[in-house]
């Protein structure tokens, strides 16, 4: 070989991030990206429902890595050499602007992914890196003398003097295959960021309700989120569940998505200021039905079959609300008890978590300590964040370092 050659396994955003780093940065060696598929980035292009979701406008690095619910601590270091202000710096030099959404998250101002497919593709392209498509890399050697001996579908080999695997998330335990022969191990597979499936008539009955901002916990363990929760025909959604199932991905795998969950309607009043509301209710309305005069910001018909699910007669006026069904009515609302039964996924979003464990990976290179030369980035790690950007941020944060890291050591010394 006469240029030091990298190879890049995995045509995904954290694979052609690195791999644009890297080229832009050592343009005397020879990158090449491998990519099993037909297309290259096919992830980003349905990404944010076509929009491309690119990152998320928080700007300080620890707070930027609280996001994670796994690789949080890994992710500081790298955040504080590249995170989401320099993200959106890359793409505007590159001619691609950022808006923010009022949540925070980030996204071309064309609203279309393709956007930022083209952006890479022709980035990578000028930068000189070989691009390979239907070319995934079956098995790999390292050779005595530290070359990686790659054999590839179709039946060809390949040298390189540096592999970067960005081969994105380990759905199943194979996809983090040619990690593990190299010696790394695999943190399980389990999904993450997923919906909760209830039986509870009253709840489907609700499908379609939203309220902006609910606290939702599982009774026995730390796991607690507050945010907006969507009632479905299935059960629960919205961010606080989404989020929810993020922290909890393991915990909840482990209780195979049966488990009791305590939502909490009012978060903002305690016992004593909710009860001295229902009082001031009852001494200003004692005519009016105890069903038919909802707290707010609570809507109509969740307020009904809350009062219900505490059993309050339809007719009932708050003249007439005894004590003891005042106190079953405080329960309901701060303490609704209810099981879930299953799990779907967020609009067909697949997001797993587990991955190449990371304490095996030096996160100011990406460059593994156990096989030197070998460098991971993107979901192949066991990391993961909830939604709103935060999973790209990491792809392209690892990717950028690790594409730096290989530039400096293929450079001619
Ligand atoms: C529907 C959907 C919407 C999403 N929306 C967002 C969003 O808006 N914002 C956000 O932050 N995150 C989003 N995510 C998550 C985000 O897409 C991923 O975190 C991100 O794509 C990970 O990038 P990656 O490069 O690590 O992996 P990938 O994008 O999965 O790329 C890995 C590539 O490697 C290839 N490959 C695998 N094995 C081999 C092999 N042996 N040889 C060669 N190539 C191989 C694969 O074919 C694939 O193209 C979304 C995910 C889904 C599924």
Redesign the pocket.
């Given at each position: 070989m006469s240029s030091r050659r990298v190879v890049v396994?995995?045509?995904?955003?954290?694979?052609?991030f690195a791999a644009i780093t890297c080229a832009q940065a050592a343009p005397d060696v020879e990158v090449t990206v491998?990519?099993?598929?037909p297309?290259?980035?096919?992830?980003?292009r349905?990404?944010?429902?076509g929009?491309?979701?690119?990152?998320h406008a928080c700007f300080q690095a620890r707070e930027f890595a609280a996001h994670y619910p796994r690789g949080e601590q890994a992710l500081i270091g790298p955040f504080n050499s590249f995170q989401a202000r320099d993200t959106v710096k890359w793409f505007e030099s590159r001619g691609v602007e950022l808006k923010t959404e009022k949540d925070g998250?980030m996204f071309p101002t064309t609203d279309s992914s393709q956007t930022i497919i083209g952006c890479l593709l022709g980035e990578a392209k000028a930068a000189g890196a070989k691009l390979i498509l239907n070319?995934?890399?079956?098995s790999v050697t390292k050779r005595p003398e530290g070359l990686f001996e790659l054999r590839l579908?179709g039946g060809e080999t390949l040298d390189c003097d540096r592999l970067l695997l960005?081969?994105?998330?380990c759905r199943v335990p194979a996809?983090g295959q040619?990690g593990v022969s190299l010696g790394h191990t695999l943190e399980p597979p389990v999904p993450s960021l997923f919906t909760f499936h209830l039986e509870t008539p009253w709840v489907r009955d609700l499908a379609g309700v939203s309220v902006e901002a609910v606290e939702v916990s599982v009774p026995g363990t730390g796991l607690r989120e507050r945010g907006a929760l969507l009632l479905t025909h299935w059960g629960l959604s919205g961010p606080a569940i989404l989020r929810l199932s993020a922290w909890g991905a393991r915990e909840l795998h482990g209780c195979n998505y049966r488990f009791p969950l305590r939502l909490n309607w009012l978060p903002h009043l305690g016992t004593e200021a909710l009860a001295a509301k229902l009082q001031s209710r009852r001494e200003a309305q004692p005519g009016r039905l105890v069903v038919n005069t909802p707290i707010a910001p609570l809507t109509a018909r969740l307020w009904e079959r809350l009062a219900r699910a505490a059993g309050i007669p339809g007719d009932l006026r708050w003249a007439a609300l005894s004590r003891a069904r005042q106190h079953r009515l405080v329960q309901q609302l701060l303490r609704t008890d209810l099981q879930v039964t299953g799990k779907s996924l967020n609009?067909?979003?697949?997001?797993t978590c587990g991955g190449v464990r990371l304490s095996e990976v030096d996160f100011r290179t990406m460059e593994s300590r156990i096989c030197p030369g070998l460098h991971f980035?993107?979901?192949?790690l066991d990391i993961?964040?909830v939604?709103?950007?935060?999973?790209?941020?990491?792809?392209w944060t690892t990717?950028w370092l690790a594409g730096q890291a290989l530039a400096r050591e293929c450079r001619p010394r």
């Amino acid at each position: 070989m006469s240029s030091r050659r990298v190879v890049v396994a995995g045509g995904g955003a954290a694979g052609f991030f690195a791999a644009i780093t890297c080229a832009q940065a050592a343009p005397d060696v020879e990158v090449t990206v491998l990519e099993k598929g037909p297309q290259f980035l096919s992830k980003v292009r349905i990404s944010g429902g076509g929009r491309c979701n690119v990152t998320h406008a928080c700007f300080q690095a620890r707070e930027f890595a609280a996001h994670y619910p796994r690789g949080e601590q890994a992710l500081i270091g790298p955040f504080n050499s590249f995170q989401a202000r320099d993200t959106v710096k890359w793409f505007e030099s590159r001619g691609v602007e950022l808006k923010t959404e009022k949540d925070g998250r980030m996204f071309p101002t064309t609203d279309s992914s393709q956007t930022i497919i083209g952006c890479l593709l022709g980035e990578a392209k000028a930068a000189g890196a070989k691009l390979i498509l239907n070319r995934g890399i079956e098995s790999v050697t390292k050779r005595p003398e530290g070359l990686f001996e790659l054999r590839l579908s179709g039946g060809e080999t390949l040298d390189c003097d540096r592999l970067l695997l960005a081969t994105g998330g380990c759905r199943v335990p194979a996809l983090g295959q040619l990690g593990v022969s190299l010696g790394h191990t695999l943190e399980p597979p389990v999904p993450s960021l997923f919906t909760f499936h209830l039986e509870t008539p009253w709840v489907r009955d609700l499908a379609g309700v939203s309220v902006e901002a609910v606290e939702v916990s599982v009774p026995g363990t730390g796991l607690r989120e507050r945010g907006a929760l969507l009632l479905t025909h299935w059960g629960l959604s919205g961010p606080a569940i989404l989020r929810l199932s993020a922290w909890g991905a393991r915990e909840l795998h482990g209780c195979n998505y049966r488990f009791p969950l305590r939502l909490n309607w009012l978060p903002h009043l305690g016992t004593e200021a909710l009860a001295a509301k229902l009082q001031s209710r009852r001494e200003a309305q004692p005519g009016r039905l105890v069903v038919n005069t909802p707290i707010a910001p609570l809507t109509a018909r969740l307020w009904e079959r809350l009062a219900r699910a505490a059993g309050i007669p339809g007719d009932l006026r708050w003249a007439a609300l005894s004590r003891a069904r005042q106190h079953r009515l405080v329960q309901q609302l701060l303490r609704t008890d209810l099981q879930v039964t299953g799990k779907s996924l967020n609009k067909d979003e697949f997001v797993t978590c587990g991955g190449v464990r990371l304490s095996e990976v030096d996160f100011r290179t990406m460059e593994s300590r156990i096989c030197p030369g070998l460098h991971f980035a993107g979901e192949l790690l066991d990391i993961d964040g909830v939604t709103g950007g935060f999973n790209f941020q990491a792809a392209w944060t690892t990717g950028w370092l690790a594409g730096q890291a290989l530039a400096r050591e293929c450079r001619p010394r």
